[in-house]
């Protein structure tokens, strides 16, 4: 997998995100879904790790990033991140995609690369645009109801609310049970403080976003 060559500033917030190859899916069923997840938590570690002999209580120690926000879609994702240790970003996304790589690729039978290139980042250095990305990542999946959202979004925009609201791969779920394994939002802004606050912001995003 090739390598990114920029760094990372600590204590600064990024939007990472990244595309199969030739926009292939990269999450064929929900155990592939599953698998990035488990990953996504058990590669938040300053230690080595043997994929083999991990598990879900794996013990982490401390941890290298903090994840603020994240979604799955079929052949991208999407994360908000905060560079937490020196080359925190790069090697907690190289553990990552490397792990998520080498199992897809055995349990599909294929050979080669799986990303498009390395991974993209955007640094977020303002407080309006941070807010902003929040609602960005979470609302992905409005694209899997109606590709065409945007423009439909007036005669569809509870229903779209509700299925993103419902989306089983990304930090929305964790922000709404109050459940927070993989994100660790007390290191960022609390924007969103009750469950109802974060659906009312993303209301407000799609009922106020251009097409």
Known sequence: ????????????????????????????????YERFLFLMYICNTEKSIILRDTHENFDRGETIV???????????????????????????????????????????????????????????????YLKYIYSYIHLNPAKLMDKNWRENKIKNINNLLDYTFSYLYSSIKEYKDKKFKITNPSEFPAYFKKSINH???????????DT
Not at 4 to 30: V, W
Not at 199 to 209: D, H, P, R
């Open 66 to 128: 903090d994840i603020g926000a994240y979604c799955l879609m079929p052949n991208h994702f999407h994360f908000l991140v905060r560079e937490k240790t020196e080359n925190g970003i790069s090697t907690y996304m190289r553990k990552l995609l490397t792990g998520y790589s080498m199992y897809f690729n055995k349990k599909y039978k294929r050979t080669g690369k799986l990303y498009e290139g390395v991974f993209k980042s955007i640094h977020i250095d303002k407080d309006n």
């Open 199 to 209: 659906k009312n912001e993303l209301l407000e995003w799609l009922n106020f976003t």
């Open 1 to 32: 997998m090739a390598l990114r060559k920029q760094s990372f500033a600590e204590n600064e917030c990024y939007h990472l995100y990244n595309r199969g190859t030739e926009k292939r899916i990269i999450f064929l069923d929900k155990k592939d």
